[in-house]
């Protein structure tokens, strides 16, 4: 797996610093963050996704809380969707 460090938040303390990560052999975000406060899921789970989609998480998934500031890190595809530019 080759990571390409992305971003984290600025001014972070040394025990609390969201961050993400790229994998540039698949194009995946690996994204270390806040975990989701129980009504985060409650809130995802009433919207739900598409129809007759489970809303349960299952328990090799979580669902993490990215601040706006982190967006900024997130690639764009500039050629299509799934494309990661590369640097």
């Known amino acids: 797996m080759r990571l390409r460090f992305l971003g984290i938040i ?3 303390p040394v025990d609390d610093s969201p961050t ?3 994998d540039e052999d698949t194009g995946d975000l690996l994204i ?3 975990k989701a406060t129980e009504e985060d899921v409650k809130a995802c789970q009433e919207i739900g996704s598409i129809p007759g989609h489970s809303t349960d998480v299952p328990s090799h998934e979580t669902i993490v809380r990215l601040p706006a500031v982190m967006l900024k890190y ?3 595809p500039e050629s299509g969707i799934g494309e990661v530019p590369r640097s």
């Open 10 to 12: 600025p001014n972070t």
């Open 32 to 34: 270390q963050s806040y």
């Open 20 to 22: 993400i990560w790229l």
């Open 74 to 76: 997130i690639p764009q």
